[in-house]
């Protein structure tokens, strides 16, 4: 499947299925707008004379991946998407070289998921009940996942257009961040991460890496494009702990971009639920492969070898 297909394909079940709802955002929607507007701001700086075949391969915190393009944290509504919804979205991952991100719930079948030999991470949120955060904590690693960690940037629960959808959480301290790395054997990743101070802290804390995101517009309204804070982040991530981003990421060229911005990986977020709507694991295989292809193509014509060989000069704005 060629990706507008999966894209309008995706979008069309999605509606029969009355599962839209999940993907609108919170209040004005202006962060899914601005996600767009962001990304749309910046054209490439073609420099093809002397280029070379480039890899999308790349080694991000002991995972060996064929693709920079990996899935954002989600569980809901996978399942509801598509009978046995997790274990396709893993599969078509595995396949395609990518990795498999979880969020809430965290899923019963997340030992099975690690099965598949996708690589996982799982998150969870900053709930109030301390004691089920750390428990859950426990379990994710468990059942075997590569990376574990919290979305920090749920302290106020979720909500789409006006109304609440995940409550229970409170926000995190430093200290509790401390602990948590303490608590976590595996790499230990911290996602909804959106200015420089807060990356300061997770490197304070220990975090091997961060997810520069504004949850795909499901937290609070008016929160910038990660785009609008990278550079500032990298100024004081840069060696020192693996920067991730994802929000309103769809094709290659997007991919390219936040690579240029100085990310490792690539999240996606609603091009999955898309994907596995259209196609199940082969629209999830698909998916990736048809972006990884598309960022190959740009990456050959902008002198750039490999994700990691992206410039950040290579990005005009207009
Ligand atoms: C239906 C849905 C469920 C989500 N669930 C979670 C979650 O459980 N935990 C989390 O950290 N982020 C969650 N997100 C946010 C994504 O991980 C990601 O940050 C965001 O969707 C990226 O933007 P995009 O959808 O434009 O690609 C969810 C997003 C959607 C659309």
Same mark, same amino acid.
């Given at each position: 499947?060629?990706?507008?297909?999966?894209?309008?394909?995706?979008?069309?079940?999605?509606?029969?299925?009355?599962?839209?709802?999940?993907?609108?955002?919170?209040?004005?929607?202006?962060?899914?707008?601005?996600?767009?507007?962001?990304?749309?701001?910046?054209?490439?700086?073609?420099?093809?004379?002397?280029?070379?075949?480039?890899?999308?391969?790349?080694?991000?915190?002991?995972?060996?991946?064929?693709?920079?393009?990996?899935?954002?944290?989600?569980?809901?509504?996978?399942?509801?998407?598509?009978?046995?919804?997790?274990?396709?979205?893993? +599969?078509?991952?595995?396949?395609?070289?990518?990795?498999?991100?979880? #969020?809430?719930? @965290?899923? $019963?079948? *997340?030992?099975?998921? &690690?099965?598949?030999?996708?690589?996982?991470?799982?998150?969870?949120?900053?709930?109030?009940?301390?004691?089920?955060?750390?428990?859950?904590?426990?379990?994710?690693?468990?059942?075997?996942?590569?990376?574990?960690?919290?979305?920090?940037?749920?302290?106020?629960?979720?909500?789409?257009?006006?109304?609440?959808?995940?409550?229970?959480?409170?926000?995190?301290?430093?200290?509790?961040?401390?602990?948590?790395?303490?608590?976590?054997?595996?790499?230990?990743?911290?996602?909804?991460?959106?200015?420089?101070?807060?990356?300061?802290?997770?490197?304070?804390?220990?975090?091997?890496?961060?997810?520069?995101?504004?949850?795909?517009?499901?937290?609070?309204?008016?929160?910038?494009?990660?785009?609008?804070?990278?550079?500032?982040?990298?100024?004081?991530?840069?060696? +020192?702990?693996?920067?991730?981003?994802?929000?309103?990421?769809?094709? #290659?060229?997007? @991919?390219? $971009?936040? *690579?240029?911005?100085? &990310?490792?990986?690539?999240?996606?977020?609603?091009?999955?639920?898309?994907?596995?709507?259209?196609?199940?694991?082969?629209?999830?295989?698909?998916?990736?492969?048809?972006?990884?292809?598309?960022?190959?193509?740009?990456?050959?014509?902008?002198?750039?070898?490999?994700?990691?060989?992206?410039?950040?000069?290579?990005?005009?704005?207009?």
């Amino acid at each position: 499947m060629k990706l507008t297909e999966i894209y309008e394909k995706g979008k069309e079940v999605l509606k029969r299925q009355d599962y839209n709802f999940a993907l609108d955002a919170v209040e004005t929607e202006f962060v899914m707008a601005n996600n767009r507007r962001v990304l749309d701001r910046y054209t490439f700086l073609q420099q093809c004379i002397d280029g070379t075949e480039p890899t999308t391969h790349t080694s991000v915190l002991g995972v060996e991946l064929k693709t920079p393009v990996i899935m954002s944290a989600m569980t809901m509504p996978i399942p509801a998407i598509a009978e046995e919804g997790l274990m396709k979205v893993a +599969r078509g991952l595995k396949e395609a070289g990518s990795l498999m991100w979880t #969020g809430t719930p @965290v899923p $019963k079948e *997340l030992k099975a998921l &690690a099965e598949t030999g996708v690589p996982l991470a799982a998150t969870v949120k900053p709930l109030k009940n301390r004691k089920r955060m750390f428990e859950t904590l426990e379990e994710i690693q468990e059942a075997g996942v590569h990376w574990a960690g919290i979305e920090i940037d749920v302290g106020q629960g979720t909500k789409i257009k006006d109304r609440p959808i995940i409550a229970g959480c409170t926000p995190m301290s430093l200290a509790e961040l401390k602990e948590v790395r303490k608590e976590i054997s595996a790499k230990m990743i911290v996602k909804g991460v959106l200015s420089r101070q807060d990356a300061e802290k997770c490197i304070e804390a220990g975090a091997d890496g961060i997810m520069v995101s504004n949850h795909g517009g499901h937290t609070i309204d008016y929160l910038p494009h990660p785009f609008q804070v990278m550079d500032d982040i990298m100024e004081i991530a840069r060696d +020192r702990i693996v920067v991730m981003v994802d929000g309103g990421f769809r094709r #290659g060229s997007d @991919v390219c $971009k936040g *690579l240029a911005f100085g &990310a490792s990986l690539v999240g996606l977020g609603r091009p999955i639920l898309w994907a596995v709507a259209a196609g199940g694991q082969e629209g999830v295989k698909s998916l990736v492969e048809e972006i990884t292809e598309e960022l190959r193509r740009i990456m050959g014509m902008i002198g750039a070898r490999d994700p990691q060989a992206v410039p950040r000069d290579c990005l005009l704005e207009s």
